[in-house]
């Protein structure tokens, strides 16, 4: 009798044991965890605004392609239009038109602006973007390839319809 209660007091410790070590040990993250977090904390409703203009309304404020450049248009819908710029065959920028309605975080960015291109307050994000602000669109040019220089940029930001954008609504 003394034996059996001996059992039971020894597999009643063992089970504590296991028990307290496996519920104390870390759980190691999977591998989508990270994205789970992430894509839970974003901030609810970020569709596009209805305000916002139609894709379709920038792609005549795009410039013409020109001087051995083809330009294809690459993405379209509500409050977003991009065009590829070509060199050769080869992709060397895309360039894009957004409305900020929807994302008033990239209008901000302009606030602080000492430099204009075309009249427009203007940034530079990191070493292969540029960017300027026309009302409450973002027209950007972004370089795809080192041959197309922060100054290249530049130039074709200029070149877009930026007073037929500015009277967009």
Not at 87 to 113: H, M, N, R, Y
């Amino acid at each position: 009798m003394i034996l059996q209660r001996g059992h039971r007091v020894v597999a009643a410790l063992l089970l504590s044991v296991v028990l307290l070590t496996t519920a104390c040990n870390p759980k190691i993250p999977g591998r989508f965890d990270q994205v789970q977090k992430e894509s839970t904390q974003q901030k609810r409703g970020q569709a596009v605004a209805k305000t916002a203009t139609q894709g379709s309304e920038f792609n005549k404020l795009f410039p013409k392609a020109s001087d051995g450049y083809q330009g294809v248009y690459t993405q379209e819908k509500k409050g977003f239009a991009n065009l590829k710029l070509k060199k050769g065959g080869k992709e060397v920028a895309l360039l894009s038109i957004s409305d900020t309605t929807s994302t008033p975080s990239a209008a901000a960015k302009f606030s602080k602006s000492t430099k204009k291109i075309g009249g427009y307050p203007a940034v530079e994000v990191g070493k292969t973007q540029t960017a300027i602000l026309v009302g409450k669109y973002q027209v950007k040019a972004i370089s795809s390839n080192p041959s197309f220089t922060a100054s290249d940029r530049a130039d074709w930001l200029e070149k877009f319809n930026l007073n037929g954008l500015a009277k967009l609504k």
